[in-house]
């Protein structure tokens, strides 16, 4: 299935859910999963999400590093290009900015061990592993494409819609199958078109896509099939996720009909037009960001009114998924400080820069990297007066873990010439004489004074 | 760009993921397109609290990235046009003249009676790649003949169209047979 900004629920989703699936169970073996319960509320004395998330996080990249070239991580994600093991790098990097997503992985892992104790040593523990990692992208992979939607669309979109588009585009695929297949379920197919079975219909070779379904065979569709193949439809089983749309159905064909329109849409767009450019490649839009904000601050507001949209209701929201409505956006913080600009590169004494050369040599780096590192970094650039306080192991870092090793807009002088990418951050920790968890803490702390005033940046 | 520097590109990419892979729980659009179009364009600046609305909603943010590169990328295109030319047909000279095109398709102009003469109307094509642009920057235009005489000048209206009256004695047929059998759309100088 397409929709407009979606980028995992075509078919290779499955193969991206098995992956992440296969590395998270690389990740947590051995000591991994009772780690996972040393937190809690009242503050146990283990490690806290965060710090679980990123080791998790880190170990999972790893490992889809080393699959890497397997025909399951080459095979393609979408119809853009992505492949499967893209799809996966970049999910396992939504899932840090969606936090609440691990939140509830690993309550699911409290509850399974408050329930049947050390899971993880049983019979069968793989599997049980396997489906909560799976639940948590599940849910991950629909919030991020219903944000996708939205801002691809300018409208709302909920997880709980796309789910629903899914289950619609899932129906079409059962009904098509069938109409295909007519002759073996004459029955079936008559059931749905509403109609007594007699001969080849005619709506079966009519329907081409999903944007010639009707909404009325969706619905005949789910309710024959408890008679049809022993289970209840979508929209007829207890669980009443879809229950209300069984009566509705002019919604159920404007969302095919989306659907539909979109594919053929997405079937005409030349794969290489990605939704960026060049414009989205340099981030453009933030010149516009920084102005829309300044002539905000310029204009005189009295007396325009606020043309605010309130917060959309789900109205896909199964009763089952109703969960406590999350608190609103932060409070404004404190205006961002005008800060001095930073000397360059401090002086160094000659002693200072062969202790540098041969660290740098000692990590298989070029002699010079600290020195030719650190003066290609602008010293008017916001980040560096942010981080004037930090080594450059540590702004690398920081780089490293907000882009990724490899970006393109990286320059030369910062990247090791054996890899092409940033130094590992063993060697930075090695650049900086600090241990790796140390460096760790340090770039955090770095990252979390950026955040702290990135509202205003 | 900065030019001096090698690390403008990777700031700015810093800048955006700080400021898009924020996590902001029950986040939601929080400004319509038109208010954000409406601070894009500079015709009407966002107010305090709409401000504070997007500096703290990312999916906001996000939408107005994709605003800003989709006005960029409109404003790129009607950059780049300056004409558009057309030739009178051979079957349109034998017959009443009611309409020419562009060979580009973007641009046709209708000749309607109008009393003792003849109203001249020049209509932009919608799905001409500089119409959104056109449309927002709304240029002084001018219909040329074949002599280079001015056929038709003035700015487009909401819907993409300009009338006036045929300024000539001769019909419109004739009057581009006399004059090269050609016509041009262009923006006027200002």
């Known amino acids: 299935m397409r929709l407009p900004g979606t980028r995992y629920q075509e078919h290779g989703w499955e193969q991206v859910r098995k992956l992440l699936g296969h590395c998270s169970l690389l990740a947590l073996n051995g000591e991994g999963v009772p780690a996972l319960l040393g937190h809690g509320d009242k503050g146990e004395g283990g490690p806290a999400p965060a710090a679980l998330l990123e080791r998790y996080t880190e170990a999972v990249a790893t490992a889809l590093g080393r699959s890497a070239g397997s025909s399951r991580a080459e095979a393609p994600g979408n119809h853009y290009g992505e492949s499967v093991a893209e799809l996966a790098l970049s999910l396992l990097y939504e899932l840090r900015a969606q936090p609440s997503y691990w939140d509830g992985f690993l309550a699911a892992v409290a509850s399974e061990h408050a329930r049947n104790g050390a899971f993880w040593t049983g019979a069968g523990a793989d599997g049980i592993l396997r489906k909560k990692i799976n639940d948590m992208y599940a849910g991950l992979r629909d919030k991020v494409d219903a944000d996708n939607c939205q801002v691809a669309l300018g409208k709302p979109c909920s997880p709980n819609k796309i789910y629903t588009y899914r289950m619609l585009d899932t129906a079409y695929g059962d009904i098509a199958a069938l109409f295909a297949n007519w002759q073996v379920h004459e029955d079936q197919v008559a059931a749905i078109l509403g109609r007594a079975p007699g001969g080849l219909p005619i709506e079966a070779r009519q329907m081409k896509s999903i944007a010639g379904c009707k909404a009325e065979w969706v619905i005949r569709w789910s309710e024959t099939l408890d008679r049809f193949a022993g289970s209840p439809g979508p929209l007829h089983t207890k669980s009443k996720r879809f229950a209300s749309l069984k009566n509705q159905p002019d919604k159920i064909a404007a969302m095919l009909a989306e659907i539909g329109d979109y594919e053929e849409l997405s079937a005409n767009l030349d794969h290489a037009e990605g939704w960026a450019g060049d414009a989205g490649e340099a981030a453009l839009w933030l010149e516009d960001y920084w102005r829309v904000l300044g002539e905000s601050e310029a204009a005189a507001p009295e007396g325009t009114d606020d043309r605010l949209l309130a917060a959309p209701d789900d109205e896909f929201a199964g009763p089952e998924t109703d969960g406590p409505v999350p608190p609103d956006a932060a409070p404004l913080p404190d205006e961002p400080l005008a800060l001095p600009t930073p000397a360059l590169t401090p002086a160094l004494t000659p002693g200072q820069r062969a202790h540098e050369q041969a660290l740098a040599l000692s990590l298989s780096l070029p002699p010079r990297f600290i020195e030719l590192a650190a003066a290609s970094q602008d010293a008017s650039s916001w980040t560096l007066r942010m981080l004037k306080d930090d080594t450059l192991p540590v702004r690398l870092a920081v780089y490293q873990k907000m882009l990724g090793g490899a970006d393109d807009s990286y320059p030369d002088e910062w990247r090791d010439p054996a890899t092409g990418e940033l130094p590992t951050l063993q060697q930075l920790a090695a650049l900086d004489g600090v241990s790796m968890p140390t460096l760790r803490k340090r770039r955090n702390e770095a990252i979390a004074r950026l955040s702290a005033c990135t509202p205003g940046l | ?190």
Request: net charge neutral; aromatic share 4%.
């Open chain 2, 1 to 190: 760009m900065n030019e001096k520097s090698k690390t403008g590109l990777a700031d700015r990419r810093l800048r955006e993921r700080l400021l898009l892979g924020r996590a902001v729980p029950g986040d939601h659009l929080r400004l319509a397109d038109a208010t954000l179009l409406g601070a894009l364009d500079g015709s009407r600046p966002l107010t305090a609290n709409e401000r504070a609305a997007l500096m703290h909603s990312p999916l906001t943010l996000r939408r107005l990235r994709v605003l800003s590169d989709a006005v960029r990328k409109q404003a790129g295109a009607a950059a780049i046009w300056m004409r558009s030319g057309g030739l009178l047909r051979a079957a349109a000279s034998s017959t009443t003249l009611d309409r020419l095109v562009t060979d580009d398709g973007c641009w046709a102009l209708h000749f309607v009676p109008d009393g003792d003469g003849w109203s001249v109307i020049l209509a932009l094509a919608a799905e001409a790649p500089f119409a959104p642009g056109l449309m927002r920057q709304q240029p002084m235009l001018r219909v040329l003949d074949g002599a280079g005489a001015t056929v038709l000048q003035g700015r487009l209206d909401i819907d993409g169209e300009c009338e006036d009256g045929w300024p000539f004695d001769t019909p419109p047929a004739r009057h581009f047979q006399l004059h090269g059998g050609m016509f041009a759309v262009e923006t006027a100088a200002p």
